[in-house]
């Protein structure tokens, strides 16, 4: 059973920066794309951010600019680095794992992210 452990968030300043990592484990497969996705209160979940296995990345427009993902796949490890924070940021972010198909996509525990005025 595959596996994705989160970690990074907190609470800052608006401005200020944050830095996310999460590790899939469990599969002798890598992840097909590797992604964070964000739920704030009373809103659905939406991508934030996706990178690929062969490194193309995609970003939700109110991040771009200021949010940047990585990915190492020797360690099935991706990355989201947040800079220029805002309150609107503030967010419970989950990391998502997509091997290919439905029943092989997975989902980490979330993490919250306050960004204070």
């Known amino acids: 059973q595959v596996q994705l452990v989160e970690s990074g968030g907190g609470s800052v300043q608006a401005g200020g920066s944050l830095r996310f990592s999460c590790a899939a484990s469990?599969?002798?497969?890598?992840?097909?794309?590797m992604g964070w996705y964000r739920q704030a209160p009373g809103k659905q979940r939406e991508l934030v951010a996706a990178?690929?296995?062969?490194?193309?990345?995609n970003y939700a427009d109110s991040v771009k600019g200021r949010f940047t993902i990585s990915r190492d796949n020797a360690k099935n490890t991706v990355y989201l680095q947040m800079n220029s924070l805002k309150p609107e940021d503030t967010a419970v972010y989950y990391c998502?794992?997509?091997?290919?198909?439905?029943?092989?996509?997975?989902w980490g525990q979330g993490t919250q992210v306050t960004v204070s005025s």
């Open positions: 998502n794992a997509d091997y290919g198909s439905p029943q092989y996509d997975y």
């Open positions: 469990g599969s002798v497969f890598s992840p097909n794309v």
């Open positions: 990178i690929t296995s062969g490194g193309s990345t």
